[in-house]
């Protein structure tokens, strides 16, 4: 009989990264696979586009929000209804173990998983553990961190320090093909700006405004999110796209610098292909601060450099980039002596022997 894991996380493109990564693994060794996630979250779009063959199971979860909503006094019954879901796939499934990368629909996952005595190992991205997974930290068995200061703020004994989990195809770009998909010959260096999966209105303004003093020193990439191409800034050398889905290994790979939001799966590629990088992350008015946290944990490695929100503006965005081009040496220097992360084999073995 195959072995089985269980697969849960969503709410945003963060919660799925890492599974999506750990899934082909466990795939080329003969394990079954299951996913559970929600009826609405982006995680099943990306679940059932990627992998159609992998069951994919909704549950009913609530939003866990940190402000006051109406919503928040039905939640606890949406959580129940969820646990009691996910019990019911857990029982008629039997997973050896699951995997939980997080989001509000993991809770429910984690506690039935108890329930139903399977080994649960959690995932956390960010140098604070998000809601969820603070809900979630009692029922695991074992807790995987990304920074190796998070481990400090959870149970001892069942945590450590694993590094990102970074998909393999991202190795596997090839510098001239993304030359060829851009239309970029200058030899110029190339510079990537990504504001996230909904790109980022103020970086967005920020590179407009200052194109033509970028672009004398750069060719650019810009991934600047859905429905935010503007036309009139068409020129050589400059390519805007709401996204890059497959080909995106290509464009890493001949990119020399990146500018970007602070999200941890992203920072922790780029780190992990070398890339001397500028982190702008969410400001605390749009998210719980988590990504300011990521950014300070980066510049105190000597990954990156940082330029927050409220002080994002035309001069202070220019100023940074020169002193990016400036300290690159630098930048990479402290990155290859950084410590080195699980590789996706590293995960599979460990999540194997936690396996029942």
């Not at 629909?105 to 998000?130: F, Q, Y």
């Not at 970086?203 to 991934?223: D, G, W």
């Not at 605390?284 to 944990?297: C, F, H, K, P, V």
Request: net charge neutral; glycine share 8%.
């Amino acid at each position: 009989m195959n072995k089985h894991i269980l697969f849960t996380g969503g709410g945003s493109a963060g919660h799925v990264t890492v599974n999506t990564a750990l899934i082909p693994h466990f795939e080329k060794e003969g394990w079954r696979i299951t996913y559970i996630g929600s009826e609405e979250g982006i995680e099943k779009e990306i679940i059932t586009d990627q992998f159609p063959h992998v069951p994919y199971k909704s549950i009913s979860s609530g939003k866990l929000r940190r402000y006051f909503s109406w919503k928040n006094f039905t939640d606890p019954f949406r959580v129940m209804k969820g646990v009691i879901e996910a019990l019911s796939v857990i029982r008629k499934t039997k997973p050896d173990i699951i995997f939980s990368k997080g989001g509000f629909v993991s809770v429910p996952v984690v506690m039935a998983a108890k329930m139903a005595k399977v080994p649960v190992a959690i995932h956390e991205s960010d140098v604070t553990p998000g809601l969820a997974n603070k809900l979630a930290v009692p029922f695991a068995t074992k807790i995987f961190t990304t920074f190796p200061e998070t481990v400090k703020t959870l149970p001892a004994e069942k945590s450590l320090c694993a590094g990102a989990i970074i998909r393999e195809e991202l190795f596997k770009g090839d510098a001239s093909e993304g030359k060829r998909l851009s239309g970029f010959y200058d030899e110029k260096p190339v510079l990537m700006i990504m504001g996230g999966s909904l790109g980022a209105r103020k970086i967005n303004e920020a590179v407009r405004a200052n194109l033509e003093e970028l672009s004398s020193n750069f060719q650019i990439i810009h991934i600047c999110g859905k429905g935010n191409i503007e036309e009139q800034y068409k020129q050589k050398g400059y390519r805007q796209y709401e996204f890059i889905k497959a080909d995106l290994p290509h464009y890493l790979a001949m990119t020399d610098y990146v500018i970007s939001r602070a999200g941890s799966n992203s920072i922790f590629e780029f780190l992990a292909l070398k890339k001397p990088m500028l982190l702008i992350p969410l400001s605390r008015e749009a998210s719980r601060g988590d990504q300011i946290l990521n950014a300070n944990s980066f510049v105190k490695h000597g990954y990156a450099l940082s330029l927050e929100e409220e002080e994002l503006n035309e001069e202070s965005f220019l100023t940074k980039v020169k002193e990016l081009q400036t300290n690159r040496d630098t930048i990479i220097s402290s990155m290859e002596k950084g410590e080195k992360a699980y590789t996706i084999q590293d995960m599979y073995e460990e999540l194997s022997s936690m396996a029942r």
